[in-house]
């Protein structure tokens, strides 16, 4: 049974997020999306929040669960038997803080592997940062979150009048 853990913060999850776990399921048994509570990052949502949106979007996945943690990873792994972690790739900029993160996870834990997985080309310009800025100056982030996620921003973001100055 290959188990792999898919940690990220998803504040919030967006489809390039979404996209990323679809293919890890239909490659290993079992995937286990992991809601990092990282008490140096502030989030829009919080912990409890973040992991019910992720699992209202993943719903259709079988082999797909949500769970939450604190801590280091490479011990959250590790207490769940797997020595799988699974990160998203989005352009070459992403790579060098992956990199860093991947070998320092390895000089943590040796026998933790992270894989890299590069989401459908047009999600390559989400990020969570960037919808959370749309959604609140009023765009529309209706083609880049799943409907769970829109709606949610839509309830933390009232509509923000146009300004103009004269
Ligand atoms: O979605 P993000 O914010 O890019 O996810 C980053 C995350 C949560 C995977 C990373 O910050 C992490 O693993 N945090 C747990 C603490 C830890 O293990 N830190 C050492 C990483 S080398």
């Avoid at 999306?33 to 140096?40: D, F, G, L, M, R």
């Avoid at 529309?140 to 009232?158: C, H, K, T, Y």
Wanted: proline share 5%; glycine share 6%; hydrophobic share 45%.
């Amino acid at each position: 049974m290959r188990m792999a853990i898919y940690p990220g913060s998803f504040d919030p999850l967006t489809n390039g997020h979404l996209d990323i776990i679809q293919r890890a399921s239909k490659i290993f048994d079992r995937v286990v999306v992991a809601v990092a509570k990282n008490e140096s990052k502030s989030s829009l949502f919080s912990i409890s929040q973040r992991q019910e949106l992720v699992t209202r979007c993943v719903g259709h996945l079988p082999n797909v669960e949500v769970d939450t943690f604190t801590g280091l990873l490479v011990n959250y792994a590790e207490r769940h038997g797997t020595d799988v972690i699974i990160r998203g790739l989005r352009a070459v900029s992403d790579f060098e803080f992956e990199f860093q993160m991947a070998l320092m996870n390895r000089k943590l834990n040796e026998h933790v592997e992270t894989i890299f997985m590069m989401p459908k080309d047009t999600y390559t310009f989400l990020s969570s940062g960037l919808v959370k800025e749309i959604a609140r100056l009023g765009g529309d982030v209706g083609a880049f979150v799943p409907v769970p996620v829109r709606e949610a921003l839509a309830s933390v973001f009232a509509p923000v009048p146009s300004q103009t100055t004269v």
